[in-house]
């Protein structure tokens, strides 16, 4: 028995509500368990921007509900995504399955899909959410990126320059979300050049300004390929945006030994017979 069928099967006549990733690139990222839910709930709602791909949906399930609707020019994006809550709860209540697709991984960037599962299961109801391949997953295969080699900070680009986070240039730095950066009202699709500049004027603090940065955006259909392209940091306020894209600073100085830590691991070898 497949784990959607499995989980219904327990309670057939309450709600429950399942948050799944269909990955970045159409078709091919699905996973099964993802595609399962899917197909067996009675109510899809769809998060995704692209007609083609909530076509592509409606071959595994009838009912797909596009979210895309909610959004509007002027409207602050926490609005729409409560309104999302709220319609996947109103089916719940009416003891249906309901499943929600998300690009990417269901709770990478995606405020949505973790209030919903924490109201459902406050009510008593079944949530799950199934991950998916994210984008921070295509961007390590796509650039060469081991985030294990030197580290690596991730940021939305917005909250860098809110909170006094501590930047370590010896490793990567991914900032998401470049294209709205400075945006406090959560209204603006994009906001431009001058709020970049105060992005790069705060990242030039850690990184000289003609220390090469990316900008990648991966690819969301089979026949394209990702967009990679590589600047001065001091060129980004002038570049074209995209709001998929993501602005990723590779190491700007070499990672410095803590010799002091490293005494006295030695010796705890030494204390420990490791020496």
Known sequence: MSAASLASSNDTTRGSLACVGMGMTLGSHLTPLARD??????????????HIVEMWLQRMNPDVRSLQPYYAEGKPRSKTYQEWVDL??????????????????PGIFAWSPHNA????????????????ISAEDCLYADLGIDPGR?????????????????????????????????????????????????????????YPLDHEVILYHGATLPIEKPRIRRMALRDLPDATFTSQETLVLPPATVLKLDLTMRERLAELDKATGFA
């Open 88 to 105: 996947m709860m109103v089916e719940v209540r009416a003891g249906k399955r309901v499943c929600a697709v998300f690009y990417g991984h």
């Open 37 to 50: 839910h899917i197909e067996q709930a009675d109510v899809v709602f769809a998060a995704l921007s692209d």
């Open 117 to 132: 599962i924490e109201v459902a299961r406050a009510e008593g109801f079944q949530a799950h959410m199934e991950p998916g």
């Open 150 to 206: 030197f580290g690596c900070q991730h940021f939305e680009a917005s909250q860098l320059l809110f909170y006094e986070h501590r930047i370590n240039p010896a490793g990567y730095l991914v900032l998401w979300q470049v294209a709205l950066v400075g945006d406090w009202s959560l209204t603006r699709f994009h906001t431009g050049p001058a709020y970049r500049q105060v992005l790069v004027e705060k990242l030039s603090k850690d």
